[in-house]
């Protein structure tokens, strides 16, 4: 061995010592009885959406899940006239913010039930009413949105 190699040996030493007693004192201050907690997840919201729409058009919304769950899509009320059919679906809103990629969608009227209910992650989805081709003037709808 070199003079040299033999004089950085202590030294080598010194600086394992150091780690491990850095490393001791560190895990010193955890408490063992301390545990994670998650974020109170409240009751979902339920959002009211209404508006009109157009023979050809759409009317979309963006909404916010606040955490991991179920969001349920309900049409309460479409039209006039009575008994009207329309396109109801939910998705991903574009980049663009200028639409919606639904990833499911029904041909729905009106119901006091949800039409569509889908799991979601934390994040922002969109759902959108769309004409079917069936309207012939201006249509007002209102939905009901229930999200974590």
């Known amino acids: 061995m070199s003079p040299r190699a033999h004089r ?5 030493i010194l600086v394992a010592a150091i780690a491990m007693a850095a490393l001791v004192l560190a895990s010193a201050g955890c408490d063992d009885a301390a545990t994670a907690t998650s974020p ?6 339920t959002e009211t959406f209404s508006g009109q729409f157009v023979p050809g058009g759409s009317a979309a919304r963006a909404f916010t899940a606040a955490s991991p769950g179920s969001a349920s899509i309900t049409l309460t009320q479409v039209g006039p006239p009575a008994g009207l059919e329309v396109g109801l679906g939910v998705g991903i809103p574009q ?6 990629y ?9 119901s006091s039930s949800p039409q569509l209910t889908v799991p979601v992650d934390a994040g922002v989805y969109c759902v959108r ?5 069936t309207l012939t003037s201006p249509t007002a709808f209102t939905l009901t949105i229930v999200r974590p």
């Open 40 to 45: 109170t997840t409240t009751s979902p919201v």
């Open 129 to 133: 009413v769309y004409d079917l081709g």
């Open 8 to 12: 950085s040996a202590p030294v080598l």
């Open 95 to 100: 980049a663009s913010g200028s639409g919606c």
């Open 102 to 110: 639904l990833t499911q969608s029904v041909q729905t009227g009106a």
